[in-house]
């Protein structure tokens, strides 16, 4: 993220994480750029109230398991060389 912001290629920035380890990334960036978004995107039953606060937006990514379960490939695919990739058992 920092290096996409001090070289000008993105005005935003999503940060798929709830750990707050990553704030002084975040103070690095608004300081780069105080114009940059940053919007956090929680994993399901992840929250952190310190990146909440640093953030932009977030989101929390449970309320969307509906959406992500229907927007799954296949669980088998073949390139066009042959080869089959397959999901492997127990993955959703």
């Not at 070289?7 to 690095?28: C, G």
């Not at 300081?31 to 932009?56: G, M, Q, V, W």
């Not at 509906?66 to 296949?74: A, G, I, M, S, V």
């Amino acid at each position: 993220m920092i290096r996409n912001v001090i070289f000008k290629k993105t005005d935003i920035s999503i940060l798929v994480s709830a750990d707050s380890d990553l704030i002084p990334s975040l103070h690095l960036i608004r300081e780069l750029n105080s114009e940059h978004k940053i919007y956090c995107h929680f994993p399901p039953k992840r929250n952190s109230a310190d990146l909440t606060n640093h953030a932009d937006a977030v989101i929390h990514l449970e309320h969307y398991e509906k959406r992500f379960k229907e927007n799954l490939l296949t669980d088998e695919i073949e390139l066009a060389n042959g080869f089959i990739i397959r999901k492997p058992e127990g993955w959703v």
